[in-house]
């Protein structure tokens, strides 16, 4: 999970970066052809710097982490309502559960609404009458529908309102947009804008490559022809409507700035301005490269080459008993070196909880010449607890995102059951109907005690005070957070939502 929300946050971040550079640096240039250049390269770059990793150590101070200064780590929530706290913890989803269910609808949604955009375009073209033009497939309606090109596919609406010499001119225009493969840029950029829903970045970037293809459309129209002809011509099909949002458009707006456009003076990108953009590149680059944004948990459980002992060769049975009694506190992973059994040792390596590799090797047969070789490994994980109390503790930072959380002794299950039973509902709160969520903020140092309670969304005095008691009473005593192979501290968020079940029965 972390990985994929690290990829989501470098990802966002380069093309929050490059349209910032695209503002300071090129958006009043008239080079059409290098600015649609600069944004495609923007989003290339931005989608593949996150899969790339650098084995470079960037000092935090220098460059500091999202993983440093993002919301702490949310605990599940626990509802209390007028008749006693909730105690069926077991189905409370965390707020990360949540976010990743909301991600994977809402893109959903968009992923469908494009596959109609697509499936509209390829109906008008499969109904229309077609003939060929310079390569091109035209197709002309006397209905009011919009002029636009999608590939090599062109369309002109209202086709008996315009003269002979006027389609010509569209042609040639909407001929710029199939040989400069515009269509595909907005492909890909709607296909970003599903991934990446929830970044308005997106539409930018849409908007400004869909005028950029105006532009350079008109630039190449114009070419050695009237520019006042043309742009009467823009003017006279400006108010036809635009229904496939996924296709090039004559008529699109910004009808001025095209004109503008055509009229201005060419000039080159300015040198200063390049030697610029190659630097800011280079430190993106690294920024991302050289480190994750949310650690990633590489700590999740591992597949075993056998799903039970009884499915293990008997040495290889009574090799692993034999480990586990001389190191009761950890925890053994079996596997064959098979071709799935080595893709499952690549991943142990980049783990931090690895103690020792016991390998040997197994003859099954009755001859040589039936004899087969069979490879194991049994990986030894160490306990979590001897782990801590052999790695150095950071009583400097506090970090909110780590390689393992901070943990209640006892278990999370255990803690929430301990707050069910404490925690109650102030009378006051409940005779005045305050109700709402009360979040928590506080840090588990690096010797497993929390300090630093503080409400950071309060309700009242009443729902503020009780929460508080109720982490004094039972916060206990936690295991820290193991961090880049220390302990350190780690800030937590814990919601406590307090609601009058009372109340929705009262008309």
């Known amino acids: 999970m972390n990985t994929f929300i690290n990829y989501l946050i470098e990802a966002n971040l380069g093309l929050v970066f490059f349209m910032l550079i695209y503002w300071l640096f090129l958006e009043k240039e008239n080079q059409f052809a290098f600015k649609r250049g600069y944004l495609l390269s923007s989003i290339i770059f931005s989608l593949t710097f996150p899969l790339l990793h650098l084995n470079f150590t960037v000092s935090k101070e220098l460059i500091p982490s999202i993983g440093q200064v993002v919301p702490a780590y949310w605990l599940p929530e626990i509802i209390v309502n007028g008749s006693g706290p909730s105690r069926d913890t077991e ?95 907005v492909v890909i950029v709607n296909l970003l804008g599903i991934l990446f829903w929830f970044n308005p970045i997106v539409r930018i970037y849409k908007k400004a490559l869909v005028q950029l293809h105006e532009f350079e459309a008109d630039a190449r129209a114009v070419k050695d022809k009237d520019v006042d002809m043309y742009c009467s011509l823009l003017a006279k099909v400006a108010l036809q409507s635009a229904d496939f949002s996924l296709a090039n458009h004559f008529n699109n707006s910004l009808i001025l700035k095209r004109i503008s456009m055509m009229k201005s003076v060419k000039t080159k990108v300015r040198r200063w301005k390049l030697a610029t953009i190659v630097p800011l590149f280079i430190g993106l680059f690294v920024f991302i490269a050289c480190q994750d944004q949310i650690p990633e948990n590489q700590n999740e459980p591992l597949p075993s080459s056998f799903s039970n002992n009884e499915s293990m060769p008997e040495v290889v049975r009574a090799r692993l ?187």
Request: one cysteine or more.
């Open 91 to 185: 189905t409370i989803l965390s707020v990360w559960v949540l976010l990743e269910s909301i991600y994977l609808f809402v893109g959903l949604v968009f992923a469908t609404l494009f596959f109609f955009q697509l499936l509209s375009i390829l109906r008008l073209f499969i109904r229309s009458e077609i003939y060929h033009w310079k390569n091109c497939l035209i197709s002309e309606s006397e209905e009011d529908k919009p002029t636009f090109s999608f590939f090599k596919f062109i369309f002109i609406g209202q086709a008996n309102k315009i003269s002979q010499q006027e389609k010509q001119e569209i042609l040639f225009h909407e001929l710029v947009h199939a040989q400069k493969f515009h269509s595909l840029d």
């Open 321 to 507: 008993v034999e480990l586990q009694q001389i190191y009761p506190t950890s925890t053994f992973v079996v596997i064959e070196r098979t071709a799935e059994g080595n893709e499952t040792l690549k991943q142990i390596w980049k783990r931090k909880d690895v103690g020792i590799f016991h390998s040997f090797s197994l003859f099954e047969g009755d001859s040589n010449e039936t004899m087969i070789h069979r490879d194991f490994m049994i990986v030894e994980l160490t306990d979590r607890k001897i782990r801590r109390a052999s790695l150095p503790k950071n009583e400097k930072d506090i970090y909110t995102q780590v390689d393992e959380p901070a943990s209640p002794v006892f278990g999370i299950k255990k803690f929430y059951e301990n707050i069910s039973h404490v925690l109650t509902y102030p009378e006051e709160s409940r005779i005045l109907g305050t109700e709402g969520r009360v979040l928590l903020e506080f840090v588990v140092e690096t010797d497993g005690k929390i300090s630093n309670i503080q409400v950071i969304n309060g309700i009242d005095e009443y729902l503020d005070a009780e929460a508080i008691r109720v982490l004094l009473q039972v916060g206990g005593t936690w295991d820290p957070a193991i961090h880049n192979r220390e302990v350190v501290k780690q800030k937590i968020t814990l919601p406590i939502n307090f609601t009058l079940d009372f109340r929705k029965t009262i008309k």
